[in-house]
């Protein structure tokens, strides 16, 4: 009996600082893991803008444009995207139609198709015109074009975002994640080649994309046919 009372008095004391030992490291686990893999509450939410090492153009929206554009007075914004495809011999034949307005760069004037089509009048607090037109080639012909009002920027149609005009007719646009910013009179050329496999797996389309920026125009030489 006295042999049981003296083990048991022995491996109490051993067994309680095995206990604290292994807790204590535990503990200190716990503490590493926390401290390499933090935990954030339900409620933490990121603040603050992202710094990029190098120079970016994305997101687009993130620059600081000004809210307001300063027109001047008597005059308009035109900027135009036309794209241009040449279906190869493999395509079916595409004819489309038609046109709804035309810009004569020299005279500066825009003639616009009569009511029923499309494009509506240029209203007295609009900022100015988008032009979107596409024409065909190769196994293909034909033409179609619209406008369409700018009310505020940023300003997004077919494809194209406008984002900014300062005083002088530089315009800032956004086309397929790119960058394009050009001055009065500036033209942007990409040509891109595709297959259009919806109903014909070898159609080969070149695709000539070109944005104009025809700037500031006199509204007076705006040309409503009857």
């Given at each position: 009996m006295k042999r049981l009372i003296w083990v048991a008095a022995v491996m109490v004391p051993i067994?309680?600082?095995?206990?604290?030992?292994?807790?204590?490291?535990?503990?200190?686990?716990?503490?590493?893991?926390?401290?390499?893999?933090?935990?954030?509450?339900?409620?933490?939410?990121?603040?603050?803008?992202?710094?990029?090492?190098?120079?970016?153009?994305?997101?687009?929206?993130?620059?600081?444009?000004?809210?307001?554009?300063?027109?001047p007075q008597g005059k308009y914004l035109l900027v135009e995207y036309w794209t241009r495809h040449i279906l190869g011999v493999h395509c079916p034949g595409i004819c489309i139609d038609f046109p709804t307005y035309y810009f004569d760069v020299q005279s500066g004037e825009l003639v616009i198709q009569p009511i029923g089509s499309p494009n509506p009048a240029l209203g007295d607090d609009d900022i100015g015109f988008v032009g979107s037109g596409i024409s065909v080639g190769g196994t293909?012909?034909?033409?179609?074009?619209?406008?369409?009002?700018?009310?505020?920027?940023?300003?997004?149609?077919?494809?194209?975002?406008?984002?900014?005009?300062?005083?002088?007719?530089?315009?800032?646009l956004g086309r397929a994640g790119q960058m394009i910013v050009l001055k009065a009179g500036e033209t942007w050329l990409k040509e891109e080649v595709e297959v259009w496999e919806s109903d014909h797996p070898e159609c080969v389309v070149t695709s000539t994309h070109r944005i104009t920026n025809y700037a500031f125009q006199d509204r007076d030489k705006i040309i409503y046919l009857p």
């Open positions: 067994a309680l600082v095995v206990l604290l030992l292994y807790s204590g490291s535990g503990a200190a686990a716990n503490v590493a893991s926390r401290a390499v893999f933090p935990r954030f509450s339900s409620a933490f939410r990121m603040t603050g803008t992202l710094t990029l090492p190098h120079k970016i153009y994305l997101p687009f929206e993130s620059k600081n444009f000004p809210s307001l554009i300063q027109v293909g012909c034909g033409a179609y074009s619209v406008l369409t009002t700018v009310q505020t920027c940023p300003f997004s149609r077919n494809g194209i975002t406008l984002y900014d005009v300062d005083e002088a007719g530089t315009t800032s």
